[in-house]
Nanobody, 125 residues
Framework: QVQLVESGGGLVQAGASLRLSCVAS????????MGWFRQAPGKEREFVAA????????LYADSVKGRFTISRTVTKNTIYLQMNSLKPEDTAVYHCAADSARGSIKRAGDEYEYWGQGTQVTVSS
């Protein structure tokens, strides 16, 4: 059973930066594609970014492109989401997710089998 633990959320002002982390265990998860999703109160879950298991390919939602960067460590069991120029509309609970299927990285949350509990990001105006 894969476990995902997120950290790094918090309360910041608009324009600030945060870096979210997600540690995956066991080590087999290092071969999984990983993604970040977010859900704001009263809204549907939204794709944010994804990265291949090698770290060589990434995908972003248009709303965060140019502001957020997804990456993973050399050991590949930790992924990060560097969030710059944060806006109030980025306020949400951010979840990381893992997809064991090899192939292209995906935007659809239903394609991911494992999910973390989430970390709250709040951006004040």
């Amino acid at each position: 059973q894969v476990q995902l633990v997120e950290s790094g959320g918090g309360l910041v002002q608009a324009g600030a930066s945060l870096r979210l982390s997600c540690v995956a265990s066991p080590r087999t998860a290092s071969t999984y594609a990983m993604g970040w999703f977010r859900q704001a109160p009263g809204k549907e879950r939204e794709f944010v970014a994804a990265i291949t298991w090698t770290g060589g390919g990434t995908l972003y939602a248009d709303s965060v492109k140019g502001r957020f960067t997804i990456s993973r460590t050399v050991t590949k069991n930790t992924i990060y989401l560097q969030m710059n120029s944060l806006k109030p509309e980025d306020t949400a609970v951010y979840h990381c997710a893992a997809d064991s299927a090899r192939g292209s990285i995906k935007r659809a949350g239903d394609e991911y089998e494992y999910w973390g509990q989430g970390t709250q990001v709040t951006v004040s105006s």
